[in-house]
């Protein structure tokens, strides 16, 4: 049964007051009420934003590597699709050298 801070307003201004429990529930404050009860809130809240937008950086950066990758592998196919069409040429070359040499 020891004092604790209330965080309360008082005629409209913000303040603390040190209460017993009884005169805390008289007043009609609760554990909700306390100041160390809403720094540990606050704090709390604080930690859950930080941990929020770690997670969203740590998929931010997945999803960057995945685009990364996924250009550089479009960039492969569409470089072995140009090596391929410049290729189909020289090919059909040979082919009819080698039907001229035939003959």
């Not at 306390?34 to 999803?63: G, M, N, S, W």
């Amino acid at each position: 049964m020891g004092l604790k801070i209330y965080a309360t307003e008082i005629n409209g201004y913000p303040a603390t007051v040190q209460l017993t429990d009884e005169d805390a529930e008289a007043r009609g404050l609760t554990a909700k009420d306390t100041v160390e009860y809403r720094r540990k809130a606050a704090a709390k809240r604080k930690a859950d934003a930080a941990a929020e937008a770690a997670a969203k950086a740590e998929a931010d950066r997945v999803a960057a590597e995945k685009a990364e990758a996924d250009r550089k592998a479009a960039e492969g196919a569409a470089a072995g699709a140009d090596a391929a069409k410049a290729a189909a040429p020289a090919n059909k070359a040979r082919t009819a050298a080698n039907k001229a040499a035939e003959k």
